[in-house]
C-alpha cells in the first residue's frame, strides 16, 4: 500500500536533502530565471518578455500574431529563432544592444541568487550566453571564472570555480544560440569526440555530480547532452549520474517539473522552496561555525603550513622530513601521508591546516610561479591564506599570528619563462599583486639549494 506523504513532509524532506547533499549539486540556470527589473518601479518582467519588448518598441510596425508572441515569451531558444525571424536585419546586433545597455536592469531572481551565494557552488551551467550570473555574483562570494563552450574547439579545461555557459558567448566574434540552425550546431558538436565537453562531461562523471535544474525553459536535449556523456564507464559497464529531481527517463523534467508533481504548483512555491532550503543552510553554516570555533582550543595546532606544487613533491617532502627532525610541527599533506585528494574534504583539511598553523611556508619553483599565474587549485590555496592573514589582522581578531607569518622558500636554479627566479624576481610579482602583496612583497625569503638543510634552523619559530 503507498504511503501518503503531506506537502509540509515533502517539503522537508527536499530542504532536508538539499542541505545534507550540498556537495553533490552543480545547477543548471536556465534564461527563465532572468528577470528584467524596472529602474523606477522594480517591477520584474521575464527577460525573453523584455526582449520581446524592445523589438516591439524598436519597429513598431512589424506585425506578430498573438500566438507567435506567447511562443516568443516562453518558449527558450525556439522563441529567440521565431523573434530572429520577424525582426531578421539586425536581430543579432539589436539584441546585443538591448542586453548591454540594461544590464543594470538584468537581474537573477532574488531567490534563485541567494540561493547560489548561501550554498557557493563550485560549478554552475548555465544556457544564458551572458555574464550576467558571475557578474551578479561577483564581490559577494569567490569570483568564478567564466567558460564559454565553443564549436569546434577543445573545451577540456574546467578551473576549479567556474560558471559554465554551454551554448557559447553573446560577443562580436564568438558563436552563441540564437536561432535553430545555431541550436543544432551547438548539440552536433557536444557529442562530437574532438569537440566535446571533456571537461565539463568528466567532471560531472568522476565526482558523480548531480544536476540540479533552475528554471523549466530548458528542453530535454539540453539533459541528454549533459547525460550521455556521464554514462559511459571506464571499464564500458554503463554509470549513471542520476539527476537531482530530474527523472531519468523523463530528462526533460526539472526541479520545478518536480515540485509541480509534488502538488507545489504555484511560481510562489518554487521561490519558496528556494528560500527555505537558503536560510535551512545558513542555519546549518552557522551551527557549523559555532561547533569550530568552540573545539578549535581542542585541535591539532602547527607551526607552519607547506604549501607546494604536486609535481615538486618530493623537494616539498625533504623540507618537511627535516623541519620534523627539528621538532618543528609542519602541517603538509595532511600531516605527510599524501593522503589528500580533490573534492569537498580537500578543501576543508586544507582551510583547517592553514587556520591551525603559525607560519605560511610555499615552496617557489617554475611550476609553482606556473600555477600561481594561472587558475590552479594552488592559486586558490593561496588565497584563501591571504584572506585568513587579513582575517587575523582585524583589530577584533583573536588570533595573533607572528610578524614574519610568511616564509617562502625558493629552490635555487627554479627558472620561470626562462628567468631565473630570486628573491627579486618573487618581490616583483608581489609588488604588482600577481602575487599576494602581503605574502611576498617586503618578505624575507629563504634560498635553498636543496642541500644545506641548516638554513631552516636560523628560523624565528
Given at each position: 500500500?503507498?504511503?501518503?506523504?503531506?506537502?509540509?513532509?515533502?517539503?522537508?524532506?527536499?530542504?532536508?536533502?538539499?542541505v545534507?547533499?550540498?556537495?553533490?549539486?552543480?545547477?543548471i540556470?536556465g534564461?527563465?530565471?532572468?528577470?528584467?527589473?524596472?529602474?523606477?518601479?522594480?517591477?520584474e518582467?521575464?527577460?525573453?518578455?523584455?526582449?520581446?519588448?524592445?523589438?516591439?518598441?524598436?519597429y513598431?510596425?512589424?506585425?506578430?500574431?498573438d500566438?507567435?508572441?506567447?511562443?516568443m515569451?516562453?518558449?527558450?531558444?525556439?522563441?529567440?529563432?521565431?523573434?530572429?525571424?520577424?525582426?531578421?536585419r539586425?536581430?543579432?546586433?539589436?539584441?546585443?544592444?538591448?542586453?548591454?545597455d540594461?544590464?543594470?536592469c538584468?537581474?537573477?531572481?532574488?531567490?534563485?541568487?541567494?540561493?547560489?551565494?548561501t550554498?557557493?557552488?563550485?560549478?554552475?551551467?548555465?544556457t544564458v550566453?551572458f555574464?550576467?550570473?558571475?557578474?551578479?555574483?561577483?564581490?559577494?562570494?569567490?569570483?568564478?571564472?567564466?567558460?564559454?563552450?565553443?564549436l569546434?574547439?577543445?573545451?577540456?579545461?574546467?578551473?576549479?570555480?567556474?560558471?559554465?555557459?554551454?551554448f557559447?558567448?553573446?560577443?562580436?566574434?564568438?558563436?552563441?544560440?540564437?536561432?535553430e540552425?545555431l541550436?543544432?550546431?551547438?548539440?552536433?558538436?557536444?557529442?562530437h569526440?574532438?569537440?566535446?565537453?571533456?571537461g565539463?562531461?568528466?567532471?560531472?562523471?568522476?565526482?558523480?555530480?548531480?544536476?540540479?535544474?533552475?528554471?523549466?525553459?530548458?528542453?530535454?536535449?539540453?539533459?541528454r547532452?549533459?547525460?550521455q556523456?556521464?554514462?559511459?564507464?571506464?571499464?564500458?559497464?554503463m554509470?549513471?549520474?542520476?539527476?537531482?529531481?530530474i527523472?531519468?527517463?523523463k530528462?526533460?523534467?526539472?526541479?520545478?517539473n518536480?515540485l509541480?508533481?509534488?502538488?507545489?504548483?504555484?511560481d510562489?512555491q518554487?521561490?519558496e522552496?528556494?528560500?527555505?532550503?537558503?536560510?535551512?543552510?545558513?542555519?546549518?553554516?552557522?551551527?557549523?561555525?559555532?561547533?569550530?570555533s568552540?573545539?578549535?582550543?581542542a585541535?591539532?595546532?602547527?607551526?607552519?603550513f607547506?604549501?607546494?606544487?604536486?609535481?615538486d613533491?618530493?623537494?616539498?617532502?625533504?623540507?618537511?622530513?627535516t623541519?620534523r627532525?627539528?621538532n618543528?610541527k609542519?602541517?603538509?599533506?595532511?600531516?605527510?601521508?599524501?593522503?589528500?585528494?580533490?573534492?569537498?574534504?580537500?578543501?576543508?583539511?586544507?582551510?583547517?591546516?592553514?587556520?591551525?598553523?603559525?607560519?605560511?611556508m610555499p615552496?617557489?619553483?617554475?611550476?609553482?610561479?606556473?600555477?600561481?599565474?594561472?587558475?590552479?587549485s594552488?592559486?586558490e590555496?593561496?588565497?584563501?591564506v591571504?584572506?585568513?592573514?587579513?582575517?587575523?589582522?582585524?583589530?577584533d581578531?583573536p588570533?595573533?599570528?607572528?610578524?614574519?607569518?610568511?616564509?617562502?622558500?625558493?629552490?635555487?636554479?627554479?627558472?620561470?619563462?626562462?628567468v631565473?627566479?630570486?628573491?627579486?624576481?618573487?618581490?616583483?610579482?608581489g609588488?604588482?599583486?600577481?602575487?599576494?602583496?602581503?605574502?611576498?612583497f617586503?618578505?624575507?625569503?629563504?634560498?635553498?639549494?636543496g642541500?644545506?638543510?641548516?638554513?631552516f634552523?636560523?628560523?624565528?619559530?
Amino acid at each position: 500500500m503507498e504511503q501518503h506523504i503531506s506537502q509540509e513532509e515533502t517539503r522537508r524532506i527536499i530542504i532536508s536533502d538539499m542541505v545534507k547533499k550540498r556537495g553533490t549539486i552543480v545547477p543548471i540556470i536556465g534564461d527563465d530565471t532572468i528577470v528584467y527589473r524596472e529602474k523606477d518601479s522594480g517591477e520584474e518582467i521575464p527577460f525573453q518578455e523584455f526582449i520581446l519588448r524592445e523589438f516591439q518598441k524598436k519597429y513598431p510596425h512589424v506585425e506578430v500574431s498573438d500566438a507567435d508572441i506567447v511562443s516568443m515569451k516562453e518558449r527558450g531558444y525556439y522563441g529567440l529563432s521565431l523573434m530572429s525571424q520577424y525582426y531578421e536585419r539586425r536581430f543579432l546586433d539589436d539584441f546585443m544592444d538591448f542586453v548591454n545597455d540594461n544590464r543594470s536592469c538584468i537581474k537573477l531572481k532574488d531567490e534563485v541568487l541567494d540561493f547560489l551565494v548561501t550554498f557557493n557552488f563550485p560549478i554552475i551551467i548555465t544556457t544564458v550566453c551572458f555574464d550576467i550570473i558571475e557578474q551578479q555574483l561577483k564581490g559577494k562570494i569567490e569570483d568564478y571564472k567564466s567558460i564559454w563552450y565553443r564549436l569546434n574547439k577543445e573545451n577540456s579545461t574546467l578551473p576549479v570555480r567556474c560558471v559554465y555557459h554551454i551554448f557559447g558567448q553573446a560577443k562580436d566574434g564568438s558563436k552563441w544560440v540564437s536561432d535553430e540552425d545555431l541550436l543544432l550546431s551547438f548539440l552536433l558538436s557536444h557529442n562530437h569526440n574532438d569537440f566535446g565537453a571533456k571537461g565539463l562531461t568528466d567532471y560531472l562523471k568522476e565526482n558523480e555530480k548531480k544536476l540540479l535544474a533552475l528554471g523549466c525553459n530548458l528542453p530535454n536535449w539540453l539533459f541528454r547532452f549533459l547525460w550521455q556523456p556521464t554514462q559511459a564507464g571506464r571499464t564500458g559497464s554503463m554509470k549513471t549520474t542520476q539527476g537531482y529531481w530530474i527523472n531519468r527517463e523523463k530528462p526533460e523534467d526539472s526541479f520545478e517539473n518536480f515540485l509541480k508533481k509534488k502538488n507545489f504548483s504555484a511560481d510562489e512555491q518554487v521561490k519558496e522552496i528556494l528560500e527555505d532550503a537558503t536560510k535551512s543552510l545558513q542555519k546549518e553554516l552557522l551551527r557549523e561555525a559555532e561547533e569550530r570555533s568552540a573545539e578549535i582550543d581542542a585541535e591539532e595546532h602547527f607551526d607552519v603550513f607547506i604549501s607546494y606544487a604536486s609535481e615538486d613533491r618530493q623537494v616539498a617532502a625533504v623540507i618537511f622530513e627535516t623541519l620534523r627532525n627539528m621538532n618543528v610541527k609542519a602541517w603538509f599533506d595532511d600531516r605527510g601521508k599524501g593522503e589528500i585528494t580533490p573534492g569537498s574534504p580537500y578543501w576543508e583539511k586544507i582551510r583547517n591546516g592553514i587556520q591551525h598553523s603559525a607560519h605560511y611556508m610555499p615552496i617557489i619553483t617554475g611550476k609553482w610561479m606556473e600555477k600561481m599565474t594561472s587558475t590552479s587549485s594552488l592559486k586558490e590555496e593561496t588565497l584563501m591564506v591571504k584572506d585568513w592573514l587579513a582575517e587575523c589582522r582585524k583589530s577584533d581578531s583573536p588570533v595573533q599570528l607572528k610578524s614574519n607569518y610568511s616564509i617562502p622558500v625558493i629552490v635555487d636554479g627554479s627558472e620561470y619563462n626562462e628567468v631565473e627566479i630570486t628573491n627579486g624576481y618573487i618581490e616583483q610579482f608581489g609588488s604588482m599583486n600577481v602575487l599576494p602583496k602581503t605574502l611576498f612583497f617586503h618578505i624575507d625569503m629563504i634560498s635553498f639549494d636543496g642541500k644545506d638543510l641548516s638554513v631552516f634552523e636560523k628560523i624565528e619559530w
